[in-house]
């Protein structure tokens, strides 16, 4: 296993906070950012902050349910020397992409994202559209959802989900959470089932 995420993992495990949860989003993301590569345009080191953002998003949890968000970055930002092989700058990003999985999007009235250069920005923007989404079609927690299929056109994207069972609830929740995807790619967001299920 590749180190950096190791060590995500086992903060992960340290938490305890809903594993199988953190798992198959980190899933779900991974899958969405590898095939929608042609409109991030994100590589290997961006797609290791969005697996460790993702394994992270929810242990804020084990603070306080409200503002778990903010509670996870903050979390992420104290447990930095655990965070193998990122530098100071991408574990500000993860706490950031994992801060941005809910509620308000990014911000430059947020202190610590207007800090960082406009390239990392627009990654964390970025990044979070695509864990926004995945938290979504996990959104019952049932981890339904087995996979994604996505369909890039000139005005939008077309994701259908492999589920087990019913795949309402997951589609449901994925469609609250596709406004910053629509605001940072400039592409509308549908959902489908694929075929068979």
Known sequence: MNPRIASAEQLLAA???EIEHARNVRDLALALFDQL???????????????????????????AEKKHHKHSADLIR?????????????????????????????????EEFAALAESERNMVGKLAALLRLADGLDRPHWQAVRGVAC???????????CTRGEPSPSIEGALRKRGLFETVFSLRVEFGVLAGD
């Open 15 to 17: 938490c305890g906070w």
């Open 37 to 63: 590569q042609p409109i991030h345009q994100l590589g290997a080191a961006e797609r290791d902050i969005l697996e460790a953002a993702a394994l992270l998003h929810d242990i804020g949890w084990t603070v």
């Open 78 to 110: 104290r447990n930095a020397s655990r965070l193998a092989g990122f530098s100071p700058t991408e574990i500000e990003c993860i706490a950031l992409v994992a801060r941005y999985h809910r509620k308000s999007e990014p911000s430059l009235q947020h």
């Open 151 to 161: 369909e890039i056109t000139d005005r939008e994207v077309r994701i259908r989900v």
